[in-house]
């Protein structure tokens, strides 16, 4: 099952501002080398509040400029033939609720924590 349903969209928007890597490592602070891999990537990586506040100080967007949600492909529907098919429908549906939830709270957690600090500055 592919669960990778949050898209990481730092290229795109990068690519649209016509911002340089060298340009956003040296606003952050980090290496070109970081900054590529950040950029490289289409699963949101794992970011402290504080790395998520700079990208979008340095690229002037918002944290939901940076994610996209795509919908499921439908490779992982079940065929719905008799109650043994419903059951297992529902454990399985269960747990891509679980592990979807986790990576959205995540990601919702950074766009809370920015919006706050925005609103306090």
């Known amino acids: 099952m592919d669960m990778n349903v949050i898209r990481w969209k730092l290229n795109e928007v990068m690519a649209q501002k016509r911002i340089r890597n060298k340009d956003l490592a040296k606003g952050l602070g980090i290496t070109e080398t970081s900054v590529y891999r950040l950029r490289k990537t289409d699963e949101m990586p794992r970011l402290s509040p504080e790395r998520l ?3 979008c100080a340095a690229i002037k967007c918002q944290p ?3 994610l996209e949600w795509v919908p499921d492909d ?3 529907q079940l065929a719905l033939t008799d ?3 419903l059951e297992s429908s529902a454990q ?3 747990s891509v609720k679980t592990q979807y939830t986790s990576h959205c709270e995540r990601a ?3 766009i809370v924590f920015v919006s706050e600090v925005s609103e306090s500055a």
Do not use: E, Q
């Open 74 to 76: 439908g490779s992982n």
């Open 64 to 66: 939901g400029d940076l």
């Open 108 to 110: 919702f957690s950074f």
């Open 83 to 85: 109650s043994t098919s």
């Open 92 to 94: 399985a549906v269960d």
């Open 53 to 55: 506040n700079g990208l």
